[in-house]
């Protein structure tokens, strides 16, 4: 319900048929979003019953082996209970904590609930709780350009050293103060290896190389200097090597370095005692939501304040606050006794409060609370279930423990559009404060903003352009919204509102995971056509457009022409999946003057930006820096990436087997026809002196392969044909002996010739040691002609083919 009064209303022991009845109608819901989920229901009693398992272990049996328990808009006293429960919960297995993570020998307690503009989340994953991967992106490989020890005398090691390690130019490190790092060497002679921390191929302890203990020899961050320079320390010192023999050692053989992830462990106090002891700032009891609002320690106490008072108005008067002067007056007074109960600390912390700000922020939930606004509880249940995940699997940092969310200042558009109704028209205040249910289905949002502001976006038209993942989430958002609903009078075009969605893609089963509005049954249909018939199951007023239509430059006629988007879009929500149709809706939204909405995620990350016409920067007009180039000399001589390698790779391979072949079959008719004299002379006019040099030498070794080549009218299968047989064996060879020398060339020849020029021994022009920081001795590697059975395709088959 939007309005939200059964929420603390019906029998709150969860017993009910009413209750019965929502659960079975919200499981079925779920069981039809998602067939393989297995969903089931019971009463708040029973649940009480399997935390507390008696001892035998029934908890573990009923709740399954990985439980969870998200609390969904209750009251605080309700919160309390069942978190109470969750602490008191004893698992089945012998071990005491989950398959991932580790929560200890407690259930994992989320709690989210909304209240007008405002909303707060709480998490107790028990005091052991234990995090095995804070971001879970692969850690990069940095390439080091050399360490030294700290001489402005950061508290380092056991012998009080600390070291300054330097990235190479141009790149940057991804570690914070607090990690350890690894570095990638051979080893350590003077500490051996005793098996349990897995040593190096020298058969010592690298600098990141474990001992018995699994720590000896990493470093921990101390302090970050720079993006490219931070400080650390030896975390283990029982290796005999000094201070300056350590840096000796990892400036000789280090290549780079690595963030080495450390499970953490992160303690969560219970629902009570976080209640009790938010105000003290040791406990850091707070995540951050807004960097405006979060650390606002007025907001903070109102807010915080305003969400126990609700529970105990809801107590006393059985409903929920309604914004007349009374409950107001009434509900602020609750709000500040519950401010002081409690404080361990006689009321020091509320010299830090402003009682203007405290009271005007209590005011405005008290007048809003009793609604629920759509985006805010679509805000607030992704932000449940994704702690719900992080608490199942132990990846990613939870919140810890208490976040607060809340837009109100759209309390203050809202309050400007009734002063101005109340001067232009005679009467009191914003029509929130009397609006009746919505004929749109949003009586939370005309509730909370104004009938008008709802009218409004019912006769919008929104053009939103994808109905993948995105897509799906922005039209359910926008049906609980009513955007769009509102009936024309007149029948023409551009009358009432309209959503207008567009998509070429048709749906496939992998999409059904995250694309909420598609279900088995739809496979194969048009997503826009499918995403259409869900949202008239949402909302059967919103008119929705389906189009299969594509947007872009490449599109010469369609549905989207100049009088579309002079009369039928007002903005337009962008829900695609590259950066070209995204430049092509931006540029169409620029010349037309048309409000935009880009949203885009990558894994757990996403981002969502708002282009206000002729107040805000375009999204075309901020392009990501171009990746770096890199230099032909690194490639060729001084890789020290794996991404350096990757490039070599493809252009030796791009070279030999497409722009070779290539260049052969251009010039083959000169060279056939003209004396190597002209065809060099020709070479030389068209290409230059250095790269017709480089093309004869290329083109010497390739017309001899293809000379040696069998003609095609020969059938090279029939035995009798000895010619092409005899042909065919002169290829093989030739491609063979081409090939071995590519090899030795490649991994041999070239490495000693680098060696002889610039020995292991040798400075650079400036006196410093030549192969140091981004340059690496390299080893020459001899060519093994033993055949390969790794399944590779050996280069002499590939360039006879």
């Known amino acids: 319900a939007e309005v939200g009064d059964d929420l603390l209303g019906g029998d709150d022991d969860g017993n009910g048929e009413n209750s019965n009845n929502g659960a079975e109608l919200a499981a079925e819901f779920f069981r039809r979003l998602n067939p393989s989920v297995k969903v089931s229901k019971m009463t708040r009693s029973q649940f009480l019953e399997a935390c507390h398992g008696d001892g035998d272990g029934a908890g573990g049996t009923t709740l399954g082996s990985n439980p969870v328990y998200l609390c969904v808009d209750r009251p605080q006293s309700t919160q309390l209970l069942m978190n109470g429960a969750c602490r008191t919960y004893e698992r089945s297995d012998d071990e005491g904590h989950s398959r991932a993570g580790g929560t200890g020998d407690v259930l994992p307690f989320v709690s989210i609930e909304t209240a007008g503009v405002y909303a707060r989340a709480f998490c107790d994953f028990g005091p052991n709780f234990e995090v095995v991967d804070e971001d879970g992106e692969t850690p990069r490989d940095t390439p080091l350009d050399h360490i030294a020890v700290d001489e402005e005398g950061d508290e380092g090691d056991d012998d009080g050293t600390a070291f300054v390690v330097h990235c190479i130019e141009d790149e940057r490190h991804d570690v914070s103060r607090g990690d350890r790092i690894a570095f990638q060497i051979g080893g350590m002679d003077d500490t051996a290896d005793d ?175 009793r609604a629920r606004l759509a985006p805010v509880q679509a805000l607030a249940g992704a932000l449940g279930a994704q702690e719900v995940l992080k608490a199942a699997s132990g990846l990613y940092n939870p919140v810890r423990q208490f976040l607060l969310y809340d837009c109100d200042e759209l309390l203050a558009h809202r309050d400007r559009v009734g002063a101005k109704k109340k001067t232009s028209q005679g009467k009191g205040g914003s029509d929130a404060a009397t609006a009746k249910p919505s004929r749109v289905g949003a009586a939370g949002q005309s509730y909370v903003l104004g009938e008008s502001l709802t009218r409004k976006l019912a006769s919008a038209k929104l053009f939103v352009v994808g109905s993948g993942a995105i897509g799906c989430e922005i039209l359910k958002n926008l049906s609980a919204m009513g955007a769009g609903s509102a009936r024309s009078k007149k029948k023409k075009r551009g009358g009432g509102g309209c959503v207008v969605l567009t998509d070429m893609d048709t749906i496939e089963r992998s999409n059904l995971s995250r694309q909420l509005l598609f279900r088995d049954c739809d496979v194969g249909k048009f997503k826009s056509a499918a995403a259409s018939e869900a949202i008239g199951r949402y909302n059967s007023r919103v008119n929705v457009d389906a189009h299969t239509s594509k947007v872009g430059d490449d599109v010469t006629d369609g549905p989207f022409d100049d009088d579309f988007w002079a009369s039928g879009v007002d903005v337009v929500l962008n829900a695609l999946d590259n950066i070209e149709a995204r430049l092509y809706m931006d540029a169409q939204c620029v010349r037309h003057s048309k409000g935009l909405i880009d949203a885009g995620t990558l894994g757990s990350k996403g981002n969502v930006q708002v282009i206000v016409p002729n107040q805000s920067e375009s999204y075309g007009s901020s392009v990501d820096p171009p990746e770096p180039a890199i230099p032909v000399c690194t490639l060729k001589n001084f890789p020290y990436d794996i991404s350096h390698t990757i490039q070599w790779g493809r252009d030796l391979f791009d070279g030999l087997y497409n722009r070779r072949p290539n260049q052969v079959n251009d010039h083959s008719d000169a060279f056939g026809n003209m004396s190597s004299v002209d065809f060099a002379r020709r070479l030389l006019r068209n290409l230059g002196e250095d790269a017709a040099l480089e093309a004869s030498e290329e083109m010497g070794e390739d017309f001899l392969a293809a000379v040696a080549a069998p003609s095609s009218e020969g059938n090279l299968a029939d035995d009798d044909n000895a010619a092409a047989a005899a042909a065919l064996d002169r290829l093989r060879v030739s491609s063979a002996e081409w090939a071995v020398l590519l090899a030795n060339r490649l991994f041999y020849s070239s490495v000693v010739d680098l060696l002889r020029r610039h020995p292991p021994d040798s400075l650079d022009d400036e006196g410093e040691p030549f192969w140091s920081g981004s340059r690496r001795v390299p080893r020459a590697l001899s060519y093994d002609a033993t055949p390969s059975d790794d399944g590779t395709v050996p280069a002499d088959r590939m360039v006879a083919n």
């Open 195 to 369: 098996g349990a921390g897995g040593g190096t191929s020298s058969g010592g302890i690298g600098i990141g190389d474990g001992a018995a203990d699994g720590d000896a020899g990493q470093c921990e961050v101390l302090n970050v200097l720079t993006p490219a320079r931070f400080t650390v320390k030896r975390r283990h010192t029982r290796t005999k090597a000094s201070a300056e023999e350590f840096v000796h050692l990892v400036n000789g053989s280090s290549n780079s370095f690595s963030r080495i992830k450390v499970p953490r462990r992160v303690p969560f106090l219970s629902l009570e005692d976080a209640l009790k002891r938010w105000k003290d700032p040791s406990q850091d009891l707070f995540a951050a939501s807004d960097l405006d609002k979060s650390f606002d320690p007025n907001r903070r106490s109102a807010v915080m304040s305003s969400f126990a008072a609700l529970d105990e108005f809801a107590s006393e008067y059985g409903r929920l606050p309604h914004a007349s002067e009374h409950d107001v007056v009434h509900f602020s007074r609750l709000a500040k006794r519950t401010r002081r109960r409690g404080d361990d600390n006689d009321d020091d912390d509320d010299d830090d409060i402003a009682e203007d700000d405290y009271t005007d922020i209590v005011d405005a939930f008290a007048r809003c609370c």
